[in-house]
């Protein structure tokens, strides 16, 4: 489920935001575009998962 | 020149009114539905009315409050209007410190900003009328700018209360009679000692 | 037959849970901790409503913002967010008539949100741990009111409710994207495209246009769900950062809490929070409105590509709405003050407008319709949001805000007239539409009882709410206390309006218990006998 990995991983790069950012707007909106492509990203991976399992010889 | 409590009877007419009207109409349509009668679809027409109308009326509430709430631009335009008097306000360990005279004395149409400093928690900054009715508002963001510009056309005596939660140890955080405003031609009404 | 017997049995042989597939009975499982905890939050609400009215003993402040504290989560994640997981763990397999993905990750989701709720429950109960669920650095790491065991267990709590989100948003996703075994090969991208609305999207530079491959409840499913992740990422992110403070002042190395700047966290929290208030739950409303309709007209939805637009724009608008929220912080930079909290804000009128029209002529072209239970829930949650919504534009104005922010009027007027009348009707439409399909016809006990509940809880959701926005417009701040019988005229009026609320509630629960019977009951939280990742029995299908 690399799904569930890059959630974490997406969890831990908020983690760094909130420390990191101070009061720079574009830094906050830059930040919540990587959010929402990276959980994109995660999201599209599970249709990766799907199309591979699907494409998988059976028994395989 | 309106003040909140102007502001919020219109709200509070408006509201009641707009209220009454869309429960009305789903009674109505509830009345109907059950009925026979015409089944036909809105014209594109209608719908395209309708939506703008929506959006004339979610848009034009911002215009329309910018050109008759009195505090929006000044409150929007702050950085450039230099204030008469400055008022600086400390929070910490749940207690409101007003630095200076207090009450802080204010001159009828002065320019006035609050400027309130948090040293631990996020507090609110309000100021209250006698009957408990709010004039105005703010946040006090510790680490950040927190000044409120103000401009009072009525005498009369305020209290200064938290308006943001700050644990239960901050839950009566206030300082009675903490502003007075004097000069004016008008008496506020619900705010008179 | 006796009363008893009808209690224990249930009303015309109750629930027949031989006969059921393991995921309507997870289904139901959803609800019914759901339903519970939605019990436990009206409870409390009383409390703190009585409390305002005249300070009960035993009941001092720090137990009474713990009670304020845990209301929110336990009606959000214990009670919506389970009955909305319930519902659409059913209806995506159901309406992509495939099975489910897994059906142990379904019922691995109930397990974790419903001990997570519970636990970030025993956090205000035991230990009083109260940081509001806004959680306004650096008050949840304050540890001169709050004590580190209360702060680590409220987050245990919260991280158990995330887990079961994210294993919820996976078997969404993973249901309506895999392949079944022994199934000709689904096109998983395009599915994706289309659930999410990037199809529509190309179909607007497109001459020839692809057709939808998700039906389009499954779009708005998706599209919400996008949101409940978002958000989901976000609360684990503050979760962790608190939990840090809480391991560092447990081992001894005090972490300043100025590392973190209050109002970046302010926006960064709200930004996800705004996910679920403005995203999913209106999206998932929209949807929810748009499924009710087509069953209970059993016609096609009007307008359906407008509806598909509207989701996602509805979806994107979730995501730039925060600032309205922070109309009255003064270090908050104009542009996003007007931009996104004034002008983005404003479209959820135009959103949420399009789902009431579409909903209603779609209905309308199909009178004359029975009022059922169904139809008049679903009126009901339309009025709801018609009435909520405009108070919440009102209050995203930088006139309006100043006099209206953190007062009753947001969280009565807006807030619980949303939740309450808009989304509580909903989901009880929503209830009484899937419950013959969830337990393969099990009869309703009463219907006086169930008209009963319809206007005690219409009422008194729209009563509650109006009282205590005419306390907030006379000056009654939220997440505050009076002791001395400030408002008391319209703490007394709110008062009855929550104790019809919970009465509702009481006649409702009532009238389900005594239609599937408490073994009915039990019933549900023994293992099927049935096993197939069907969401119902074969012979349902057929039929």
Known sequence: ?60 | ?193 | MSFMQKLMEGHEGGLAHETMTPMQKIALRFVVIGLLFYGLAALEGMIMRLHEIKPLPMIDESHFFSIMTVHPMVGIFGSSYMIVFGAFLFLTPYLMKKPIYSVKLADLSWKFIAAGTFIMWLAGFLFHYAPLYTLYWPLPVDFKQFTIIGGITYIVGVVGIMIGTFLFTYNIFKTILYTPKGWEKQPAWDLLKSALGLEGLLNFFRRKKKEHLVPLPIAAISRGTIDMGLNAIVISSAGVLILIYFLGELFGASLKDTWVDALLYKNIFWWGLDLIADGLVLIFVAGTWYLLAMLISGKDLFMQNIARAALFLEMVVSWTVWSHHLMSDQGQPNILKVVSGEMVTAFELITQGIAVFITLVTLWRARPLKMSNELKFLLGGILGFMLAVPAGIIQADLGMNRILHNTQWIIGTHVHVAILVGLTMTLYSAIYILLPILTNGAKLYSQKLADLHFWLHLIGGIGMGAFMGMAGMDGMLRRALYLNGEYNTYMILAGICGAMLLLAFAIFLYNIVMSIGVKGLINIYKPATIQTNEVVPPQKESE
Request: hydrophobic share 45%; proline share 3%; with cysteine.
């Open chain 1, 1 to 60: 489920m690399i799904y569930m990995v890059l959630v974490l991983a997406l969890i831990a790069m908020g983690v760094v935001f909130l420390f990191t950012i101070k009061k720079s707007v574009l830094a906050l909106i830059l930040a919540i575009i990587m959010i929402i492509v990276g959980y994109f990203f995660a999201v599209g991976m599970i249709a990766k998962e799907a199309e591979d399992e699907a494409s998988a010889p059976e028994g395989s």
């Open chain 2, 1 to 193: 020149m309106a003040d909140s409590v102007d502001v919020l009877s219109t709200l509070k007419i408006v509201y009641s009114i707009y209220a009454w009207i869309v429960i009305s109409l789903i009674a109505w349509f509830a009345y109907n539905i059950v009925r026979d009668g015409k089944k036909e679809g809105a014209k594109p027409a209608i719908f395209y009315t309708y939506i703008a109308i929506l959006v004339v009326i979610g848009t034009g509430l911002h215009f329309l409050t910018y050109n008759t709430v009195p505090w929006v631009p000044y409150d929007l335009n702050r950085d450039k209007i230099k204030p008469d008097k400055v008022f600086h306000i400390t929070y910490k360990d749940h207690k409101i410190t007003i630095e200076g005279e207090k009450p802080m004395l204010i001159h009828c149409g002065d320019k006035v900003v609050f400027d309130a400093k948090s040293e631990d928690l996020t507090y609110g900054f309000g100021i209250f009328r006698q009957n408990g009715s709010m004039v105005t508002q703010m946040q006090v963001v510790p680490g950040s700018r927190n000044d409120l510009l103000w401009i009072f056309d009525k005498n009369g005596v305020y209290n200064i209360k938290s308006t943001e939660y700050s644990g239960p140890k901050g839950a009566f955080m206030e300082v009675k009679d903490a502003i007075k405003v004097i000069g004016c031609m008008e008496y506020d009404r619900y705010s008179m000692k």
